[in-house]
């Protein structure tokens, strides 16, 4: 409790500093204009906040019915991009969020807890949404102690083929690639999330 305390105090310095609630972000130019995705500013602060390095994806796999849409995502402060279709052979939860979004902020520390706690064959990645700010996004990962990978969608390629409005969603996705079940809106718990990923991949946590 006292750490979602402290998380929650963090992010709300993140809100002051400039971090939208609003469902998308304002429009206009950005100020101060943000540093490109692989930026050498960027790529030293993922290694600060101690994110993941993007996960290998197979380029020659065929794409399967009912899973992941056959688009090339950039990884998030710099990596090799990832082929969605390739993500095989581990099950996965996939979190779309954005540091804009305030249901993304409400959720943030419940999968924070899980992350955390994961000690199984389970891969989390999150996708950075439709985001101006690729530094707030960074630091949104480094407060919250997300070290799992982060990619990019930054035009919002994902939004027709997997029906996306905007974020919060997470989609389970089999170890084949197929999409499972998802979950549109904010998660509330982490017991929530420890039950879909049983419920929807067999993973108990």
Known sequence: MRVRMVVTALLAA??????????????????????????EELKQAKRDAA???????????????SGLPDLVLACRGGGGDVRL????????????????CGPCREEAPFIAEVASANQSNLMIIGIDYEDPR????????RVLTWR?????????????????AGPPQTFFVRA???????????LRSADQIRGQLEQY?????
Do not use: Y
């Open 176 to 186: 084949d690639g197929t999409i499972a079940g998802r979950h549109v809106g904010a």
């Open 148 to 164: 799992f990978p982060q990619l990019v969608d930054q035009d919002k390629v994902l939004a027709g083929p997997l029906q996306i």
């Open 85 to 100: 279709a390739g993500l095989r052979g581990r099950p996965m939860m996939i979190n779309i969020w954005a540091q804009w």
């Open 51 to 65: 994110i993941a390095d993007c996960p290998t994806s197979d380029p020659a796999v065929a794409a399967v019915d």
């Open 14 to 39: 993140l809100v002051l500093a400039g971090c939208s609630g609003a469902a998308t972000p304002e429009p206009g130019p950005v100020e101060p204009t943000a540093p490109a995705n692989t930026s």
């Open 201 to 205: 991949l067999g993973v108990t946590l």
């Open 134 to 141: 690729p530094d707030r996004a960074i630091e949104f990962a």
